[in-house]
């Protein structure tokens, strides 16, 4: 058992809710082990507030089976498989409904690159998939099918998938994904927002790639 993950993806998956991503237990959070094939994941219908690392289910990445002697895994828990079993560079999904995100999925819209902030972290605009049935992979196939550039996608009347090669990082994905799509909607409200050219919004996803932040020298 991976100790520190399974503590960060409780960790995080409280983070949801004081984020203001999720409420009461819909949502989750998991990461991967890859070495040791092992999925933790948020158990079903267990709040956030009352959510310990003890409750996070270890679940093995190639048959889908949770270890014996523990909760219930995520119902989501199929979707999160399929995206790291076709996305190896993937180390942790988050999954919310949060409210401004989820009302652009609500009209099957994507979230315009009209943003600096969009072309930062997404490299173009957030895709928004059709309606997708919650059945088998259905939800999986979808995301790898319909996602852009970025790290996170909307599903028509659901909700928001972000990933990350870390779980702070899926985190944050999914927390700027709902930034920006406040901050469109309030636009919305005032006119149309102009877009962002693609050549444009390519200089700054490739400045916040290569030299934003804290790198070696």
């Known amino acids: 058992m991976n100790r520190e993950l399974r503590e960060t993806v409780c960790r995080t998956n409280r983070a949801l809710l004081s984020s203001g991503l999720v409420t009461m237990h819909s949502g989750n959070v998991s990461g991967v082990d890859r070495e040791s094939g092992t999925v933790y994941i948020k158990p079903s219908g267990v709040d956030y507030e009352s959510l310990v690392p003890e409750q996070i289910v270890a679940v093995d990445l190639a048959s889908g089976e949770p270890r014996e002697g523990q909760l219930k895994p995520s119902v989501d828990l199929p979707h999160h498989l399929y995206l790291y079993r076709h996305m190896e560079d993937v180390g942790a999904v988050v999954h919310t409904h949060s409210n401004y995100a989820t009302a652009f ?62 779980v702070h990082a899926a985190l944050k994905a999914a927390i700027m994904t709902e930034d920006v799509a406040k901050t469109v909607h309030l636009a919305l409200q005032l006119g149309q927002p102009l877009p962002i050219p693609p050549d444009e919004a390519e200089k700054w996803h490739s400045r916040y790639l290569t030299t934003y932040g804290q790198r070696d020298l």
């Open 105 to 166: 999925a609500a009209l099957h819209r994507p979230i315009p690159l009209v943003l600096t902030a969009i072309a930062d972290e997404f490299g173009g605009e957030i895709p928004c998939a059709p309606y997708i049935d919650n059945q088998g992979d259905h939800i999986g196939q979808a995301i790898v099918r319909w996602r852009g550039r970025g790290p996170s996608i909307l599903l028509g009347n659901h909700g928001v998938f972000a990933w990350g090669e870390t």
